[in-house]
């Protein structure tokens, strides 16, 4: 073989890098790969709420070794394992590590909610001899993208005496579904004329429930009487109790291998999960004390900008480590100011359909590794942390050192629009923080597209962060 052009030469010292994960993988550790993804998609099918994940996450971290956190007990040993389960969606799984709380922790941060459909407080009625939910959608999405499509039905109804009815319905073979319909092209002019945005509208999200009436010809209303009856049946509940309830519809899906070469997993609810699952695992992966200590925390209400408080914009997070600092005789602020995060979320995969929104040069791809990115927001920077130089150095050198494939990502053209993470939440608690995730295709839709190798690298990188 003949020797490197000296233009050769310098391309491999200068120019930035990419490779394809097949080429970075050997066949070993690309089979390790397959073989983790294949616990990602039954655990994704499984768990298609934030409460539902919340809760294996919670069966899992106790089988792992993790007890609940005493915050009036003594100061943690190192290795001691430690969760906090907030309202039931969300959770903080924590690992002690060698190093004093002082000099700082680790923490990978991702969400586990998804856009979805709600039930709205009074949902149950009938018209033109069906009957309906009504709703209100919960997260950017595409209104029309849920529209005869199957949908299950998944939530809580809590009663006034205290207790509660958990509902997961549809995901089974043989369970009813439920769908949103839509018009037949042969009449849908007038809808076709809508903007985009507005082909179909919120108030048009009516999700069909039954068609049969009760069999009493006295009264009205009986296909709302006939499903209600139904409920109370199965369920003990009456109209009034949907008052208190959270009740979500999402795709009837099943998670699937994409492609001949079965290199990517369709499915719903990849945007957050696809990251938060690598980050749970990674920490469960933890087998002895850490350097420094490991937080994986695991959160809600991101897609509605993260309030409430089961958000990251609430303050559950900064007590923990206030708590874990003051077992030690420390000040959180202290401990949050040392502190280094990875915000694991997703980011939009170069899509070549639709090429016109991305700036290739900047955009990530499929199997090209876990996307690294610097700043979210929109337009001007808007609603991001914008993580420093240097700590982008610190995550580059630490994935390269550790053979994580990584790529850099922004979130398409910049005037193209945008979206934000919890970074800039956990920013404002003094921490170092820059998104860390998996390229995503067809993100907010009811069925998106993920690969193995990029999702495999995120566990990577996350174990990394962890142990290294």
């Not at 616990?39 to 070794?65: D, M, V």
């Not at 709205?120 to 950017?140: A, S």
């Not at 990584?406 to 939440?425: F, I, N, P, R």
């Not at 998106?448 to 990394?464: C, G």
Request: glycine share 8%.
């Amino acid at each position: 073989m003949s020797e490197k052009t000296e233009a050769q030469q310098l391309k491999e010292l200068l120019f930035n890098k990419k490779e394809n994960g097949v080429d970075f993988l050997s066949d070993e550790e690309l089979a390790v790969c397959d073989e983790f993804c294949e616990g990602y998609k039954q655990f994704l099918f499984e768990n298609k709420t934030e409460r539902e994940f919340a809760t294996s996450a919670l069966e899992l971290a106790i089988a792992n070794g993790f007890t609940k956190f005493d915050k009036f007990g003594d100061s943690l040993a190192a290795g001691s394992k430690v969760y906090s389960f907030n309202r039931g969606k969300a959770i903080i799984l924590c690992v002690k590590g060698k190093r004093s709380i002082a000099d700082g922790v680790r923490i990978a941060a991702a969400h586990i909610d998804s856009p979805r459909i709600d039930l709205k407080q009074c949902p149950v009625y009938e018209d033109g001899n069906l009957g309906f939910f009504k709703t209100h959608y919960y997260g950017g999405i595409k209104k029309y993208q849920w529209t005869a499509i199957p949908l299950s039905l998944h939530g809580r109804i809590c009663k006034n005496d205290g207790s509660f009815v958990d509902i997961k319905l549809g995901e089974e073979a043989g369970e009813p579904k439920f769908c949103i319909t839509d018009i037949l092209p042969h009449l849908g002019a007038e809808q076709m004329s809508r903007k985009a945005n507005e082909i179909v509208r919120g108030e048009e999200l009516n999700v069909v429930i039954g068609s049969r009436p009760f069999k009493d010809d006295k009264e009205s209303e009986r296909i709302k009487l006939n499903i209600l009856n139904l409920l109370y049946k199965k369920y003990g509940i009456v109209e009034r109790d949907f008052l208190s309830a959270e009740l979500e519809l999402v795709p009837a899906f099943t998670v699937d291998d994409i492609g001949f070469d079965r290199s990517l997993i369709g499915g719903y609810g990849h945007d957050d999960r696809v990251c938060s699952y690598p980050a749970m695992q990674a920490i469960f992966s933890i087998d002895e004390a850490p350097e420094y200590t490991a937080i994986t925390v695991l959160t809600d209400k991101e897609e509605i900008g993260s309030d409430g408080n089961t958000g990251l914009n609430s303050s559950y997070l900064k007590y923990f480590i206030e708590d874990l600092a003051r077992l030690e005789g420390f000040e959180g602020r202290d401990v949050l100011s040392n502190s280094k995060c990875l915000s694991a979320d997703v980011n939009a995969a170069f899509d070549p359909t639709w090429p016109t929104q991305f700036e290739k040069n900047n955009a990530s791809f499929i199997n090209e590794g876990v996307v690294v990115t610097k700043f979210t927001g929109s337009r001007g920077k808007s609603g991001t942390s914008d993580a420093s130089a240097e700590y982008v150095s610190f995550v580059k050198a630490m994935l390269e050192n550790n053979g994580v494939l990584w790529q850099s990502g922004e979130l398409g053209k910049v005037d193209a629009g945008g979206g934000g993470t919890v970074a800039m939440y956990i920013a404002n608690l003094d921490v170092d923080v820059i998104d860390v995730g998996v390229p995503v295709l067809s993100m907010h839709a009811p069925y998106e597209i993920v690969s193995k190798i990029d999702t495999y690298m995120a566990y990577k990188a996350f174990t990394t962060f962890f142990t290294k």
